[in-house]
């Protein structure tokens, strides 16, 4: 089993930067790949980024592709999602997610998830 808590979600203005992190516990996290979703009201989970073990390799979507950043820092068992240039339409929940493979942007590859966190982009 592998918990993942996700944190720093909040409220910031358009154009602005937030940080997110999802803190990992349980197996080995540098053993999974990591990825971020979210899900905005009425509307179903999409994949925002993913990344292998040791963070060599990322994929975004095109959605947020030159705005986000995904990392993982696998001494601390976290992994993060930096976000710039924040738009109203990136407002929803932001799920981290688990996979014991790497590649897939499809929401039933990954094995574990967490609860997720809060980001709301005000224009």
């Known amino acids: 089993q592998v918990q993942l808590v996700e944190s720093g979600g909040g409220l910031v203005q358009a154009g602005g930067s937030l940080r997110i992190s999802c803190a990992a516990s349980g197996r080995t996290f540098s053993n999974y790949a990591m990825g971020w979703f979210r899900q905005a009201p009425g509307k179903e989970r999409e994949f925002v980024s993913s990344?292998?073990?040791?963070?060599?390799?990322?994929y975004y979507a095109d959605s947020v592709k030159g705005r986000f950043t995904i990392s993982r820092d696998n001494a601390k068992n976290t992994m993060y999602l930096q976000m710039n240039s924040l738009k109203p339409e990136d407002t929803a929940v932001y799920y981290c997610?688990?996979?014991?493979?790497?590649?897939?942007?499809?929401?039933?590859?990954?094995?574990?998830w967490g609860q997720g966190t809060q980001v709301t982009v005000s224009s």
């Open positions: 990344i292998n073990w040791s963070g060599r390799s990322t």
């Open positions: 997610a688990a996979a014991r493979t790497y590649g897939s942007n499809r929401r039933e590859n990954y094995d574990y």
